[in-house]
């Protein structure tokens, strides 16, 4: 079990716990250090510090941000230590969600195409304080009775160029790490194994300002873990980890079960500690 999970979701985002439920398992499972990174948001980043101090956890503000790589695919960018007072960073999360609405109504329509009419006020009513997303529609197909569960609803329906779902508008990966450094955040780019070509959009991102990588994503076996470290000190990035916990799949990787070294949480937290003071807005804490 690491001491450090830099990569979890909520119910601001697409996770099924409320952020402050996130850090109480977190630290239950000897969590001592945590970012929330919920998507497009920093809403649940005030409640996961207050019960960080209540549960002794160290709660780091984090954001994940998806962008479109020009050659297809897509890139999430993990923000950390960023201002959420930031109005360029704001306004942007802001197009995002709107983006994401206007998205999940496009995914109802074609959900209704295939004989399958979800309400829209049902959904919304399952994301609760988040942006629908893919999960929640998932989850109302469940509760209609149209899919066993919502892995299945994924894997017939509403995987990435799916049959359901629909394209969002993001940005070009470069822009969102210029926003998070323009708001005084660390870049980290989010389980680069998922990239088609992670080599050409390492070297891409890290040209681009890009911090570090999560050479310590939650299911990174050795092998990983050698070429994807490779790969960051090639580019002087600095190795992170996350479980990527959400809370909405029957098996997965709960916080802290990831294998990411105690000497990597330290050296990740001194390397942002470093950029963060530089920042010339920054507040040192
Ligand atoms: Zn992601
Ligand atoms: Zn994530």
Redesign the pocket.
């Known amino acids: 079990m690491a001491r450090g999970d830099f990569h979890l979701h909520s119910t601001a985002s697409d996770g099924t716990l409320p952020p402050a439920d996130v850090v109480a398992l977190a630290a239950s499972r000897g969590v001592e250090v945590m970012a929330l990174t919920d998507h497009d948001t920093t809403a649940g980043v005030a409640e996961a510090q207050a019960a960080g101090v209540a549960h002794g956890v160290e709660v780091i503000a984090g954001i ?1 941000i998806s962008t479109d790589l020009a050659d297809g695919g897509d890139a ?1 960018l993990l923000g950390y230590f960023a201002d959420a007072a930031d109005e360029a960073l704001q306004a942007q999360l802001e197009r995002y969600r709107t983006g994401r609405a206007e998205r999940g109504r496009e995914i109802l329509r074609k959900l209704e195409g295939l004989g399958f009419p979800l309400a829209w006020e049902r959904v919304t009513a399952i994301a609760g304080r988040a942006a629908v997303g893919r999960p929640h529609v998932a989850r109302a197909m469940v509760e209609a009775g149209y899919i066993d569960n919502v892995s299945l609803a994924f894997d017939h329906y509403l995987f990435t160029g799916g049959p359901a779902d629909a394209p969002r508008k993001k940005l070009p990966p470069a822009e969102a790490v210029a926003l998070i450094r323009d708001a005084g955040g660390v870049a980290v780019l ?2 680069p194994r998922y990239l088609p070509d992670p080599p050409a959009a390492i070297a891409m991102l890290a040209a681009a300002g890009l911090h570090g990588i999560e050479v310590y994503y939650k299911d990174h076996g050795p092998e990983e873990i050698a070429r994807f470290g490779q790969l960051a000190a090639t580019h002087h990035l600095v190795p992170t980890g996350g479980s ?1 916990y959400h809370g909405t799949k029957q098996v997965e990787h709960l916080p802290g079960d990831l294998p990411l070294p105690s000497d990597a949480v330290d050296a990740f937290l001194s390397f942002a500690q470093r950029e963060w003071s530089q920042h010339p807005s920054g507040v040192s804490e």
Do not use: G, K, P, Q
């Open positions: 994940e999430h989010a389980h990527d």
